[in-house]
């Protein structure tokens, strides 16, 4: 079976700029699974993320080789529009994201809702919906541009969650957020996925994608060098070669091993190691 995102040979190389910064990449997403996206600065995650989004090619311009299919679909024959309405994208950046022409919480959580033309009451009820499942309805009649960055993020969030896409492409939403923020973060993203959503996230705590995602995709130098299930990936020795983090608990397994303590299995997630 063919997954809702499928690339094939896909390289592209920004207008400025000699080199590719992806390289033939061949990936196939699954309906409804949750992918972590790692890699080190300047491995070309958000360049991905631009590619499964439709910015590249369709507002990026560069050199775009291969096949990017949504849904079965080549990424060529969507509008922008309407790759919008189906790929929530949550920027890296959430002062980028935020429209900057609102002047409440609420307002900016409502505005794509407005501009799909959807029935006043419907905005309400699922605006207010997701203030309380983003826990920001305290921030409601604040000013958007007032924020922190960590509301910034969650407000981004909101706005990208309230118009109930069916892939999310969320490039490190918690990068402002405290640990107990991130965990929430974390926990929208399960409830998204229980309720269907296709997740790719882009983000450096590992121990937080051992624990709640399916696959990890390794970048390196725009090449995936790694792409399985969570824990054959942080399993593999390769992946000891590309200078990214293990999750914590993995990291000190390694280390007792390196030191010569018997373990018959490297625990990825925190919990495995009492086993
Ligand atoms: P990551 O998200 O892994 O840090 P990026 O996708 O942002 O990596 O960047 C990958 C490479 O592409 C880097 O070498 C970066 O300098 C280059 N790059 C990113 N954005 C642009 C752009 N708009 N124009 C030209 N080069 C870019």
């Known amino acids: 079976m063919s997954g809702i995102i499928e690339l094939k040979n896909v390289s592209y190389r920004y207008p400025v700029g000699d080199e590719k910064v992806l390289k033939d990449i061949h990936l196939s997403i699954e309906k409804g699974s949750f992918t972590a996206i790692v890699g080190n600065n300047g491995s070309g995650?958000?360049?991905?993320?631009?590619?499964?989004?439709?910015?590249?090619?369709?507002?990026?311009?560069?050199?775009?080789?291969?096949?990017?299919m949504i849904d079965g679909k080549s990424m060529l024959d969507y509008q922008?529009?309407?790759?919008?309405?189906?790929?929530?994208?949550?920027?890296?950046?959430?002062?980028?994201?935020?429209?900057?022409?609102?002047?409440?919480?609420?307002?900016?959580?409502?505005?794509?809702?407005?501009?799909?033309?959807?029935?006043?009451?419907?905005?309400?009820?699922?605006?207010?919906?997701?203030?309380?499942l983003v826990k920001i309805t305290h921030l409601r009649g604040?000013?958007?541009?007032?924020?922190?960055?960590?509301?910034?993020?969650?407000?981004?969030?909101?706005?990208?969650?309230?118009?109930?896409?069916?892939?999310?492409?969320?490039?490190?939403?918690?990068?402002?957020?405290d640990p107990i923020g991130t965990e929430h973060v974390f926990d929208i993203i399960r409830l998204m996925k229980e309720r269907g959503k296709t997740i790719l996230l882009v983000e450096h705590k590992m121990d937080l994608i051992a624990e709640y995602a399916d696959r990890v995709i390794v970048l390196h130098e725009g090449e995936v060098v790694l792409n399985g299930p969570v824990r054959e990936v942080f399993g593999n020795p390769d992946y000891a070669k590309y200078g990214i983090q293990y999750p914590h608990v993995t990291e000190v397994a390694l280390q007792l091993q390196k030191e010569g303590v018997p373990l018959n299995f490297v625990p990825i997630r925190n919990e495995e190691l009492a086993d």
């Open 45 to 68: 995650k958000t360049t991905l993320c631009n590619t499964l989004r439709g910015f590249i090619p369709h507002f990026y311009k560069g050199e775009l080789d291969g096949e990017v």
């Open 80 to 132: 922008l529009g309407q790759l919008g309405e189906k790929i929530g994208y949550v920027f890296q950046n959430p002062f980028i994201q935020i429209s900057g022409v609102k002047e409440t919480v609420f307002d900016e959580v409502a505005y794509g809702l407005e501009n799909l033309g959807v029935a006043v009451e419907d905005i309400r009820t699922r605006v207010e919906e997701v203030l309380t």
């Open 142 to 177: 604040k000013n958007p541009n007032e924020l922190s960055g960590g509301q910034r993020q969650r407000v981004a969030l909101a706005a990208i969650i309230v118009m109930d896409p069916e892939l999310l492409v969320i490039d490190e939403p918690t990068s402002q957020l």
